[in-house]
């Protein structure tokens, strides 16, 4: 974020006139979040989705760098040599971690193939080499189970897993963070990674310099009379004189300026103050989130110009304008792809490309345009900017459709806006939808 980036040049600053350059370099890199997932492997939410309203989150799993799940098989010990061999492994495929290196959750594991293998949790990650069952099914699939079903909410349910002993690889953080009682870890789009909240109230927790002076926006999170010091969390004294949680040696607060869980208002107020975050989110270089008077928290290019997914229009009653009010489920994001806008669409819309030598990671993929190109997609959707926005703020491509009506040459494809339920396949509105990257799903 913008003001951890301030921070870091003023501490470089800091640097160049003290003695205590690298203790204070150290220090500073000691608070720093590590990264989510490494270069190649994606994040996934995993969505119940229904016919006419908003999709609800069930889990988040791992992908490769297309998205396509990740499996972890029983048979493997933790932080064990991998059970998968020889002709298991030509069927589950072993994740190659090719250079990289082991970080926090993330290991590799020297497999007597000689492959270098990635691990989450000490579990070694694999690829299905055949058709993975479908998983995030669409509204209405008979395949799906119903809401209530216990297998929604299983990775190793059977509903999930191509084979008996397989499980879909869940992302789960919070499994080895050890965390006092009255704080979660929890996704903070806004503030770009995965962060600390406050149990009670879901309300997101930010860090500050053990001897920085803050006003009274800033609430300090309290700690119990009896508590005692946790992993990286310590007890510090609050301004007031009581106990208040610190982490790795900053201390914590939360902010009145925050109204609801998943805000993050505090990232853009105070110079020095960051969201506590435990995992950082990749992002492109191309692109920031900055708080932009009037629209609140934004996806925005460097130059400053809005960002916007595309979809296929799908029926959703209630709010879409509201900050929670619209989100696409990943497999309806995939199906359009960067094909679904070419040729006289480009007039108005650009697709944001990426380098050559850019990699998927975490919410980010690297897909291939029909012109070539490359192009970056948001959790499933290829994102764009709107050819009449001018400055930042400008949100005039929001809320927009294009209809489809296929010819007879067969150019457009129809395909793209049909969806199945009920043992019937029909056309859900206009071809596709256009909305700003939602940035609180």
């Known amino acids: 974020m913008h ?16 003695l205590t350059c690298a203790a204070a370099q150290a220090a500073d890199r000691s608070t ?34 297309e998205g396509k799940p990740l499996y972890t098989f029983k048979d493997d010990p933790v932080n064990g040599p991998p059970a998968c061999v020889a002709e298991c492994a030509r069927e589950f495929l072993p994740l190659a971690a090719g250079k990289g290196k082991a970080f926090g959750d993330w290991s590799t594991v020297k497999r007597a193939d000689g492959i270098v293998q990635w691990a989450y949790q000490g579990k070694p990650l694999y690829r299905y080499s ?19 079903d216990p297998a929604w909410y299983d990775p190793s349910s059977s509903f999930y897993s191509p084979k008996e002993g397989w499980s879909r690889a869940a992302y789960t953080p919070e499994k080895t963070l050890k965390l006092p009682p009255s704080i979660l870890l929890s996704s903070l789009p806004v503030a770009g990674g995965f962060g600390l909240v406050d149990a009670a109230s879901g309300l997101t927790i930010y860090a500050a310099d053990a001897d920085r002076k ?35 040696g900053q201390r914590l607060f939360t902010y009145r300026g925050d109204y609801a869980s998943g805000d993050a208002v505090g990232i853009f107020v105070e110079q020095g103050v960051r969201a506590a975050l435990v995992y950082r989110n990749f992002m492109p270089d191309e692109l920031t989130i900055e708080s932009v008077p009037g629209r609140g928290p934004l996806l925005l290019t ?9 979809a296929r229009y799908s029926l959703q009653y209630g709010g879409r304008q509201t900050r929670t009010g619209y989100s696409v489920p990943y497999n309806d994001a995939k199906k359009v792809g960067p094909q679904g806008c070419i040729e006289a669409c480009l007039s108005e819309w650009r697709p944001l490309l990426a380098s050559r030598k850019a990699q998927s990671s975490g919410y980010w993929e690297v897909s291939t345009r ?11 959707s290829p994102v764009y900017t709107y050819a009449k926005d001018r400055k930042p703020g400008d949100i005039l491509g929001n809320n927009r459709h294009d209809i489809l009506y296929g010819d007879l ?18 056309q859900a509105g206009s071809g596709f939808y256009w909305h700003i990257a939602g940035l609180y799903y």
């Open 32 to 65: 720093e979040p590590q990264p989510s997932t490494p270069p190649g492997i994606t994040l996934v939410n995993v969505s119940k989705i229904y016919v006419s309203s908003q999709d609800q989150f069930i889990w988040r799993r791992l992908g490769d760098a």
């Open 214 to 248: 803050l006003s009274d926006m800033w609430l300090p999170v309290k700690a119990a009379a009896l508590v005692l010091p946790i992993g990286d969390f310590t007890v510090a004294q609050a301004d007031d004189g009581s106990r208040q949680w610190a982490y790795k």
């Open 3 to 18: 003001t951890e980036n301030r921070h870091s040049a003023a501490l470089g600053l800091l640097c160049a006139v003290a």
């Open 302 to 310: 460097k130059d400053g110009l809005s960002v916007y997914t595309q």
């Open 130 to 148: 055949g058709t993975d069952p479908q998983g995030e099914p669409f509204a209405g699939d008979t395949a799906s189970p119903v809401p209530e």
């Open 409 to 426: 040459a067969g150019k457009v494809s129809l395909e793209l806006t049909e969806r199945t339920g009920g043992g019937a396949s029909y």
């Open 370 to 380: 029909p012109d070539g190109g490359r192009q970056w997609l948001y959790k499933g």
